[in-house]
């Protein structure tokens, strides 16, 4: 069975730092890319970060530039997000999802669009107080 689980979720002031996990399991860790998205209360779902195991490449959501960094322990199959200098507009729940690395070869540029991706998990609650 596949699953990804966000953990890592919180209340934290503006200013401060936090870091997701997302633990995989259930699939070849290798061949998927992992990306981080999320979702504010009435707003669409955006693409906050993307990370690929197989080249270590990765990308960032302009609103996060600076102060987000995606990493990955391949062997803990775990994807980490560190949100540093976090502020009010980054409250959302958090979501890291799964697309097949072969996908993503030819679609890379497209990696924020959630279509793109197979498989998701349930999402953590970051809240940021101003």
């Known amino acids: 069975e596949v699953q990804l689980v966000e953990s890592g979720g919180g209340l934290v002031q503006a200013g401060g730092s936090l870091r997701l996990s997302c633990a995989a399991s259930?699939?070849?860790?290798?061949?998927?890319?992992i990306g981080w998205f999320r979702q504010a209360p009435g707003k669409e779902r955006e693409g906050v970060s993307y990370?690929?195991?197989?080249?270590?490449?990765?990308y960032y959501a302009d609103s996060v530039k600076g102060r987000f960094t995606i990493s990955s322990d391949n062997a803990k199959n775990t994807v980490y997000l560190q949100m540093n200098s976090v502020k009010p507009e980054d409250t959302a729940v958090y979501y890291c999802?799964?697309?097949?690395?072969?996908?993503?070869?030819?679609?890379?540029?497209?990696?924020?669009?959630?279509?793109?991706?197979?498989?998701w998990g349930q999402g953590t609650q970051v809240t940021v107080s101003s």
């Open positions: 999802a799964a697309a097949y690395i072969r996908v993503m070869k030819l679609y890379v540029s497209s990696w924020s669009i959630p279509g793109l991706y197979s498989y």
């Open positions: 990370i690929s195991s197989s080249d270590g490449s990765t």
């Open positions: 259930g699939f070849t860790f290798d061949d998927y890319a």
